[in-house]
């Protein structure tokens, strides 16, 4: 008997990041909606870094980001404020 055999199957669990709505999506998705609903001059007021300030694009704000997490997260935090305030508009 192989020791494969003698192991108990593992019960499919679910995903824990079933309920994270940033699960999935991509650092860029989330600045091109971001840039999309807000646009350049009010993301930049909301989180006045600047890459969002002085000549924005989403490249170079990628570039921020990635090596920033704590604007990173405001970043990310603010996207889940616009699904929020989005779901609540209906």
């Known amino acids: 008997m192989s020791d494969t055999q003698d192991q108990p199957t593992q019960p499919t669990q679910q995903p824990q ?35 969002f300030t002085l000549e924005p694009s989403v490249s170079s704000s990628l570039k921020f980001l990635r090596k920033t997490p704590w604007a990173r997260e405001k970043v990310e ?9 989005q779901k609540r508009r209906g």
């Open 17 to 51: 990041q079933a309920r994270n709505p940033l699960h999935g999506l991509t650092l860029e998705a989330i600045v091109t909606a971001l840039q999309a609903h807000y646009g350049w001059d009010e993301l930049g007021r909301l989180i006045p870094i600047r890459c």
């Open 77 to 85: 935090g603010l996207y889940l404020f616009m699904l929020r305030e």
